[in-house]
């Protein structure tokens, strides 16, 4: 069965206590945590408040899909790097200590000037194989966020092919690729041996614009991703990423992930493959 959660991006404003009760009374199955500054789940939480979210995850039947890390491997700055690979150590180490299953990384925004190239791969490949090591020494595994120049599932395909280590998976944001131009149909292909999970949203694309929007209300093919999935065997999750936190003019959560969590559900249901 595959598990629906949802990030707490969509909810920057509630406490822990209230995105745990709302996550049940809606009938989601688990949260995909954010970190940083600004998230549920900063680096430096207390040891207290660590034991009391896992506890009150458990005591809902409620898992922790993700903790995000918001990190960065593409510098020239060796040391920039490795302070990096440290920091997603760390919250390797928290998703450890909160019983989440992935710390989900990004890998870096390079400067308009530069190019990927594979200099740029070999960097960001040193830094994941580390990582990854570590994080498979605590019991969790690294997700690679496709964002800014890596959204194209072929840009992700590089890294995924000199980092074999099995704790390194990627999350296939279906609308974000779309967005980028990239057909659902590609993006599988090109990933499905290494999902992480599943980020879900949709939105409007005009051209090279893009406007997000109520998930199935939009002209992302969240349709054939779905039946793509479950056609080829899927059991993991599909995590809801409504955006309010950066787009305040979006529906709140107390209305969105309730509609979401239905879309998804409908979208399960459709997709599912014709018993033999």
Same mark, same amino acid.
């Given at each position: ?126 830094? %994941?194989?580390?990582?990854? +090591?570590? *994080?498979? =020494? !605590?019991?969790?595994?690294? /997700?690679?966020? @496709? ?82 999935? %479950?056609?080829?065997?899927? +059991?993991? *999750?599909? =995590? !809801?990423?409504?955006?309010? /936190?950066?787009? @305040? ?28």
């Amino acid at each position: 069965m595959n598990l629906i959660t949802f990030s707490t991006l969509a909810c920057p404003n509630w406490q822990i206590e209230t995105i745990i009760a709302k996550a049940t009374e809606f009938g989601y199955d688990g949260i995909e945590w954010r970190g940083g500054s600004q998230g549920h789940v900063p680096q430096v939480m207390p040891a207290a408040k660590k034991v009391l979210l896992r506890q009150r995850c458990s005591d809902a039947g409620l898992v922790s899909l993700a903790v995000t890390a918001y990190t960065s491997f593409v510098s020239n700055s060796a040391e920039e790097r490795q302070t990096n690979v440290d920091e997603l150590r760390r919250y390797s180490d928290l998703a450890a200590e909160l019983g989440a299953t992935y710390v989900r990384t990004f890998l870096g925004e390079l400067p308009e000037s530069r190019d990927l190239d594979s200099t740029i791969y070999e960097k960001i490949s040193d830094c %994941l194989n580390a990582a990854s +090591e570590y *994080a498979d =020494s !605590v019991g969790v595994k690294i /997700a690679i966020e @496709p964002h800014d120049n890596f959204v194209r599932s072929s840009t992700i395909v590089p890294i995924l092919s000199r980092v074999q280590h099995p704790a390194l998976r990627v999350i296939w944001d279906i609308a974000n690729a779309f967005a980028a131009g990239e057909d659902p149909a590609e993006g599988f292909v090109l990933l499905k041996d290494r999902l992480a999970y599943v980020q879900v949203k949709d939105g409007h694309r005009a051209g090279t614009s893009w406007q997000l929007c109520s998930l199935g209300q939009g002209n992302v093919p969240l349709d054939r991703a779905f039946e793509l999935l %479950l056609a080829n065997g899927y +059991e993991g *999750a599909f =995590s !809801v990423e409504w955006e309010y /936190a950066w787009h @305040p003019e979006l529906d709140p959560p107390e209305t969105a992930l309730p509609a979401a969590l239905r879309t998804v559900r409908d979208l399960l249901a459709a997709s599912q493959p014709e018993p033999r």
